[in-house]
């Protein structure tokens, strides 16, 4: 019997399309008759528009209209909270009235013949403002703090940090950090005989349908999504943002197809981002080392608009022993545009903080803070007393410790060397929560001996395609290359976001199933036709293997294709499709995945450089369905977490509230340069409470540790507490080693 | 980008339009002109002239012709052997595909990276000279502590002409009939009530060659960069050495430091503080106090005289260990 290609290294079956320029994105979909779209945003940071003069732009060559507040038909709020699917990135729908909340937001959009008329005539459209001065700063004292209902407490945490023998009390601020998908968000609308069909990147296909059939005010089935390929991600294409709506608005208000770009610069204000955030945690413990109080309270930037909580203390009840733990969240209501997921949110920015606290403890009480970590070893969940679904923390520490050489480090900092370089070592912990959703799929089986899978869901990049593929060449054994995965379109079974790394445990449960009922049909059919060497035979006799029909316990030599059986009965195919549900162990278990990451910086204060050298990641994330796709999911984003550590911040000008970095050039992310050797291991316990393959997500978890451990090496190295990222060199300067 | 009449200029005289701007890698001229920074009525193709070549000069020295692509003349031999300042230098600028297209006498006018100047939206005395410099009270981390003044602070983005400029390079540029040599340290000019006048070129006038001169023998010399990242990111401080040691006594230095002043930035001081001094730590700490003397820091880029110091310090070590 052939093996199964699940848990193997598989090449992504859509890799070939994407690195010969095949795949068709977004705005590569050749549309006939296709204008262009080009948003003029607001040049304040807070007032109002006193005035649109679209008088010269309007006479302009090629020009066919210009959109805006005072002159379009009305975008619609969505029926959010009331009904599903319906979550804008923005709650305010572009164009409602002439308030600016932001540097950057749409205020106007002008459609011409061509990307180059639209955007010289966007030039030319003269707004005016009652200008006000922006809210810019977390600690501005005109900013208004909201509380949240993220309110967590268990015994009195105060009380305990107050009387404990060993404190740390410290704040750490990470800035505004920016997605910057290498795909820009784009979007292509064509409207006709009442329905819409939208070319769009998005991360949802199914809530973009949703958002926009309630944004446009046309019934859902009217509204067609189509995303076969997304350029990158990472949370921003979660949700539709302005130029979608937008796009369709024109189609519809000019019966012409109309494609909208969002430009690289306003991709800064107008696609969401990781908000500056600002956690204060206070940690409590014994002489030797014992957890007595955690409080961390954590605030973070939100829009007018929205009430996005970047929710940093969601691990905090639960990643290390504690009798005594708070964690609060507020929200500080700035000028700029709406915060959103970015890969890992919240537990990311979290980790930072409440790792690197820890490892101020355990440099306070001078011991290991990996031993810290074990002496604080949560064996279940204590905020909600339940049983950890499989946790393999424990052995993530000492698998990445043995491997990295962890028992060699001398503490002392500065006291490591190679050459002209002083080494700093650094770990943290790394976790995630193990989610699944609901979701449909459909399998069928063809006389021309394909399978075809199918789902509307969509591949971020992560390899999704793939890992529909390789579940049904899993159940049916046909091979992969006679497995034709689809998806990327609403028009399909509902699927699931991808978001919150749940893609893959909620679709390959569907996959499966809908798999074993299209072959259920087959076994029928293979017992009542004719000429079928199974004719007459008990279908429960029959399984499938080898993409062959055969008998239980026999080769599958013995049977025969199945679209040998299919040719009998003179049948196209065979199409079957299944729904399934959450986690079957959600009710009983706490379910998270686990890892630790070990990394190592040269630190040569000469020249005051600083860089990361080797970092290794043990992940205990459940098994792993491909573990190339996985291993690079893990890859990229140790990737991003050193650019996070390092290098990114959005900064704004106060003045305007303008991101003045907004480029590739000038904001900066990890280059191929910057990494370094890499290595990720995978534990590969089965968590069969999540589903039948035991598999959990693995897109964000490698990004949660990455920083407080590049924090921790860095000090290590160079004796400088880096609280506020990104660790750049003017806060290294004071190095005395 | 505003529409403009293109035209392609196959001899030099043909090129010369005082009403022109010069297109040649236009890394710098096409991004401008997409931002509006930029908005010539004309502008002329100048890559089919022939100045592609990089010649023997008859010095000894070597003649490069002002359309050498950057990443040619970085691996071009007699670079790399004779100057590996300004291989080095060319290496560290942008990135493959920037350097397959930039040129050598289009990365000597390169413009600045200043956020205010590359928006129209801002103030900028150098786009429209007396409406105001929004960098002195905004993020300047990536500004000037030396050569600045209170009309400007905008950083010369060049790695190339720093290494160049510690190579007493020579920039020759054709005018109508009109040939002339220009030191590359004169071809600069500081922005003091000017920003505007960023080298004493003329309109029309075209840099047709560098020629670096010979090097004394057992000269050495390097260029170092420092930065937030290790590739594509402009210096936020550079020290270009070119040094002559003999029997552990410096007989000629000449020194730059690029990413921290309004022009690639040669340092007499440095030089002087060098020349005749026995190689050691405590001469090099000098010579670095005194390249950085009289530096002026804005709000955020305070870090930049302590960085620039120790590259060059750092630069030395290397140079003469």
Redesign the interface.
């Known amino acids: 019997m052939a093996t199964s290609v699940v848990g193997k290294e598989v090449t992504r079956v859509d890799g070939r399309l994407k690195v010969t320029g095949r795949a068709a994105y977004a705005v590569d979909h050749p549309i006939e008759n296709l204008a262009y779209g080009v948003p003029v945003a607001s040049a304040i940071g807070s007032g109002k528009i006193t005035g649109i003069d679209a008088s010269v732009a309007e006479k302009m060559p090629g020009v066919l209209a210009v959109m805006h507040h005072g002159n379009t038909e009305p975008i619609f709020r969505t029926a959010e909270p009331f009904e599903r699917d319906s979550h804008p990135g923005e709650n305010r729908p572009p164009f409602e009235d002439d308030v600016v909340y932001y540097y950057g937001q749409f205020v106007a959009l002008v459609v011409a013949n061509t990307l180059q008329q639209a955007q010289e005539a966007a030039r030319h459209v003269k707004v005016s403002y009652d200008a006000k001065k922006p809210l810019i700063s977390l600690d501005d004292p005109g900013a208004e703090t909201k509380p949240t209902r993220r309110h967590y407490t268990r015994g009195d945490a105060d009380a305990a940090f107050a009387s404990a023998p060993v404190k740390v009390d410290a704040t750490y601020v990470i800035p505004t950090e920016t997605h910057n998908a290498m795909e820009m968000h784009g979007s292509i609308a064509v409207w006709k005989d009442g329905k819409f069909t939208l070319y769009e990147t998005t991360q949802g296909v199914m809530n973009h349908q949703g958002v926009i059939s309630q944004m446009l005010g046309v019934p859902v089935e009217n509204v067609h999504v189509v995303s076969p390929f997304c350029g990158g991600g990472f949370g921003s294409k979660l949700f539709p943002w302005p130029q979608s709506p937008l796009a369709a608005l024109a189609a519809r208000t000019l019966g012409r197809p109309v494609q909208v770009t969002v430009p690289r610069s306003l991709m800064f204000t107008t696609t969401g981002h990781r908000p500056e955030t600002e956690q204060h945690v206070r940690l409590g413990a014994t002489q030797d080392g014992k957890l007595l109080a955690i409080a961390h309270e954590a605030k973070n930037q939100t829009s007018p608009m929205n009430d996005y909580v970047e929710g940093c203390t969601e691990p905090t009840p639960f990643l290390y022993s504690c009798p005594n733990v708070t964690a609060v969240q507020s929200l500080v209501t700035l000028n700029i545009g709406t915060p959103t997921s970015m890969r890992g949110p919240g537990t990311t920015p979290g980790m930072f903080a409440l790792d690197s606290a820890m490892d101020e403890l355990a440099v306070k009480l001078n011991i290991d803070p990996l031993e810290l970590r074990l002496r604080n070893y949560a064996e279940k969940d204590e905020s909600s007393n339940r049983p950890f679904s499989s946790k393999h923390l424990r052995e993530c520490y000492q698998t990445g410790a043995e491997k990295f050489g962890w028992s060699k480090r001398n503490p002392k900092v500065g006291s490591m060397r190679d050459g002209n370089e002083i080494l700093g070592w650094g770990m943290a912990t790394c976790t995630w929560g193990a989610y699944r959703g609901g979701a449909q799929a459909r399998v069928r089986l063809s006389a021309d001996g394909r399978a075809r899978v199918s789902c509307a869901t969509q591949d971020i990049g992560t390899g999704t395609y793939t890992v529909m593929a390789e579940i049904v060449s899993d159940k049916t054994g046909i091979p992969l290359d006679r497995v034709d995965a689809v998806l990327g379109d609403s028009s399909l079974p509902p699927g699931p976001t991808s978001g919150g790394s749940s893609a893959t445990a909620t679709i390959v449960s569907a996959v499966a199933q809908a798999s074993m009922s299209v072959m259920d049909d087959l076994f029928k059919l293979a017992v009542h036709t004719e000429k079928s060497p199974f004719n007459g035979a008990d279908s429960a006799s029959l399984v499938m293997s080898s993409g062959r029909v055969h008998k239980k316990g026999e080769s599958p030599e013995s049977g025969v294709p199945f679209e040998q059986l299919l040719k009998l009965r003179r049948i196209a195919a065979l199409e079957q499709e299944a729904k399934t549900g959450g986690a079957p162990g959600r009710e009983k278990y706490s379910m998270h995945s686990f890892g630790a990451q070990f990394i190592e910086v040269g630190w040569d204060p000469g020249i005051a450089r600083l860089r990361v050298r080797r970092t290794l990641t043990v992940m205990d994330a459940g098994r792993i369905i491909n573990k190339k796709a996985g291993g690079n999911q893990i890859l990229g984003a140790v990737v991003m977490g050193i650019g996070m550590a390092m290098l990114e911040e959005t900064v704004y000008d106060p003045r305007n509230g303008k991101p003045v970095n907004n480029n590739y050039a000038d904001y900066l992310v990890a280059t191929n340069a910057d990494v370094p050797e890499q290595e990720v291991i995978f534990l590969e316990y089965p968590d069969l409470a999540i589903g039948e393959y035991g598999a959990r997500g693995i897109g964000e978890i490698g990004l949660t540790g990455v920083a407080s451990a590049i924090a921790m090496a860095t000090y290590h190295a160079t004796g400088v507490r880096v609280r506020e990222l990104p660790i750049r060199v003017e806060k290294l300067l004071e190095s005395r080693v | 980008?505003?529409?403009f009449q293109f035209t392609q200029a196959k001899t030099v005289d043909a090129a010369l339009d005082p009403g022109s701007r010069f297109l040649a890698g236009g890394t710098t001229l096409i991004d401008l002109m997409k931002l509006?920074v930029e908005t010539p009525e004309r502008v002329v193709d100048i890559n089919l002239l022939p100045l592609a070549r990089v010649e023997a000069a008859p010095d000894g020295g070597l003649k490069i012709g002002a359309l050498v692509r950057n990443s040619d003349l970085a691996v071009h031999p007699e670079v790399k052997a004779r100057y590996a300042v300004l291989s080095e230098a060319l290496l560290s600028g942008a990135s493959p595909q920037l350097r397959n297209m930039a040129t050598t006498g289009g990365n000597l006018l390169q413009r600045t990276?200043c956020?205010?100047f590359r928006?129209t939206?801002y103030a900028c005395n150098k786009r429209q000279p007396g409406s105001g410099c929004?960098a002195m009270d905004?993020?300047n981390r990536i500004h000037a502590v030396l050569g600045g003044s209170e009309h400007c602070v905008a950083t010369h983005p060049s790695d190339m002409a720093v290494a160049m400029m510690a190579l007493e390079a020579v920039v020759h540029a054709r005018k109508d009939k009109r040939e002339r040599r220009i030191a590359l340290d004169e071809l600069y000019l500081l922005p003091g009530t000017t920003p505007d006048k960023e080298n004493v070129l003329e309109p029309g006038e075209l840099i047709t060659y560098v020629t670096l001169p010979k090097l004394p023998a057992g000269t050495k010399s390097h260029y170092?960069k420092?930065r937030?990242?290790?590739?594509?990111?402009f210096a936020?401080a550079s020290a270009a050495v070119v040094v002559s040691v003999s029997g552990g006594r410096i007989e000629r230095a000449r020194i730059a430091l690029g990413g921290i002043a309004t022009k690639p930035w040669r340092s007499r001081e440095a030089e002087a503080a060098l020349e005749g001094k026995s190689a050691s730590e405590e001469n090099f700490r000098a010579a670095a106090e005194a390249a950085m003397h009289g530096a002026k820091p804005l709000r955020d880029n305070?870090?930049k005289i302590?960085?620039a110091k120790?590259?060059l310090?750092?630069a030395l070590?290397v140079m003469t260990a």
């Open positions: 980008m505003r529409a509006d990276r956020y205010y928006d939206a929004p905004g993020y170092l420092l937030d990242r290790a590739q594509y990111e936020l305070k870090f302590e960085l120790r590259a310090v750092r070590t």
